[in-house]
């Protein structure tokens, strides 16, 4: 029989161990990956026939990792997530990203071996159609069998849906979040949930879940009716029997089934930030306490919204902020104009490759572009001299790591990155400054900051050294590697920037 080769990606021992054991036993050949890095490395070193991944693996999401999959690999690779729970957004991304199964933990081994036989024997993707179907009957087997009515009054379920709705970090999330609640706790046949732009009231259609259509992506001509009404009249819609009561709320003709619907909007006291909308195809089905139940989750939805823009607003004024901080500095000294901002890109180019999650890489961005804010603190004489420096010259140039530091920390919304500042000029062998730290003791982000700072020095014009090809400053990041550079970082960097400008 020919080898297969499966690389199994969890960071759970006791789950690592059990699919390691049951696909062994059935002569597959298993390579263990405890994150995505380590799954990458495996991928660059061996040709897999499956991948099997945890969809929330620590250091590394499991769709990112799909999506490096197919970038690099193709979709001929087949992936199939592992997950503690099914939900809808869970399903809905799987479906978009092209995963071949979801397989339910704490797995049984009939199952996955059977799930993981028909995705090796099936030679193309299933259509998402199909990916559809089999999602939706998995919904069904893993929804929660408690009813609403044993749920509302707990006062720990409303707390942990708001909980759940402030960890989102965008709109998306947040509505996602509150889809998965109330899957879980309420049977509706169809749930809808629309958002607005903050600078105007055109509908932003977020997602639907309906048990005969499954996930959609467009907005209904009857939740399009709705939310008109729902604006127009700045209070929430509830229809007992929709045959006999739709027409008069100006619903066209057989536009609702019989039925009943309930609307409720995201409100503030100036403005409606969206609305969730629940239909069951059941006279009178939304009783006082689904009513009760969905105001409260609305409540707090709209406070989670509000927040997120504020938030939205606040970093497009840090971003504002640290470029027109940016370009103090580099005004001091023409030669660097740009730089920071091409160390940005390179450092960006690493996260890419090292699968970072979006909150990572927004951070990693803007410390790079931060890394040599503490210039500002350095005299023109010296950042425009041509000749050597001074001794005290060089204590004044390195003094600007503490400076930054201070002024990155002043900041106050990029935590620990004060520490990511000062330590850009360690050495990976100990001989660096301001600390004389080695190895992994220096932040991940300043050894990744560090390789691209020194990468664009090499290849930019200067006054204090000759200007080398891209080609001769990779060899020359690879010589300094283990010395000056982390030589995991500078290998993942010259493979990142050959697959990029290839």
């Given at each position: ?8 990606v ?9 699919v ?12 263990i ?21 945890e969809?929330?693996v620590?250091?590394?999401d499991?769709?990112?990792l ?27 991304t ?9 397989l ?37 087997n893993?929804s929660?069998?408690?009813?609403l009515?044993k749920k ?28 998965n609640m ?5 049977e ?8 607005y732009?903050r ?24 939740d ?22 739709a027409?008069?709320l ?10 009943s619907?309930l609307?409720v ?24 306490e ?6 409260v989750?609305a ?15 606040l ?7 640290i ?13 660097t ?15 890419k ?8 890489t ?20 010296i ?10 010259e ?7 790591s503490?400076?930054?530091?201070n ?28 600390k004389?730290l080695g ?26 050294r000759?200007?080398?090809?891209p ?7 690879e010589k ?23």
């Open positions: 029989m020919k080898s297969i080769n499966i690389l199994l969890d960071d759970n021992e006791e789950n690592l161990d059990f390691y054991q049951a696909l062994t036993r059935e002569e597959y050949h298993v390579f990956a405890r994150n995505g890095m380590e799954a990458i490395s495996h991928l660059n070193d061996t040709t897999f026939q499956l991948v099997l991944t969809i929330h620590q250091t590394m499991g769709i990112e799909l999506r490096i999959i197919q970038e690099r690999w193709g979709k001929k690779l087949p992936v199939i997530f592992l997950a503690n729970q099914i939900d809808v957004e869970t399903t809905f799987a479906i978009k990203e092209g995963a071949r199964d979801l339910l933990k704490p797995l049984q081994e009939e199952m996955l071996l059977e799930a993981v036989k028909y995705v090796l024997e099936r030679k193309t993707a299933p259509s998402k159609d199909e990916l559809n179907k089999m999602y939706q009957e998995k919904l069904r893993s929660s069998p408690q009813k009515q509302v009054t707990d006062l720990m379920t409303l707390d942990e849906i708001a909980r759940a709705i402030d960890a989102s970090a965008d709109i998306t999330g947040i509505c996602w979040s509150v889809m109330v899957q879980q706790f309420i509706a046949t169809r749930i809808s949930i629309v958002a732009h600078t105007s009231n055109d509908p932003s259609f977020i997602c639907s879940y309906s048990d005969e259509f499954g996930v959609r992506e467009e907005l209904t001509p009857v399009d009716t709705i939310q008109t009404w729902i604006m127009q009249n700045k209070k929430e819609l509830m229809i007992t029997n929709a045959e006999k009561e027409k008069y100006g619903f066209s003709e057989n536009q609702l089934k019989e039925g619907l609307a909007p995201f409100k503030t006291k100036t403005r409606i930030l969206g609305m969730i909308i629940l239909y069951k195809n059941e006279r009178a089905f939304f009783k006082s689904f009513v009760r139940f969905i105001s989750l409540q707090i939805t709209a406070m989670a919204i509000e927040t997120v823009e504020l938030n939205h607003e970093k497009n004024y840090y971003t504002g902020t470029r027109s901080l940016v370009a103090t500095v580099e005004a001091k000294d023409t030669y104009f740009g730089h920071s901002a091409r160390v940005g890109r390179y450092a960006l180019l690493l996260a490759h090292l699968a970072f999650t979006a909150q990572d927004r951070n990693l961005e803007y410390l790079a572009l931060l890394h040599d804010i503490g210039k500002i603190n350095v005299s023109e004489s950042l425009r001299k041509r000749g050597p420096l001074t001794e005290e060089r204590n004044e140039m390195k003094l600007h503490l400076v930054g530091s002024i990155v920390q002043s900041l106050g919304f990029l935590p620990g990155g004060d520490k990511v500042i000062l330590h850009v000029h360690e050495w990976y062998n100990g001989k660096g400054y301001p004389g190895g992994n003791n220096i932040p991940l982000f300043s050894r990744i900051i560090a390789v691209a700072d020194a990468f664009d020095g090499m290849i930019s014009d200067s006054i204090h000759d200007t080398q090809t080609q001769e400053a990779l060899i020359a990041l300094q590697a283990g010395e000056q550079f982390d030589p995991m970082l500078v290998a993942a960097f010259i493979e990142a920037y050959k697959n990029d400008f290839k």
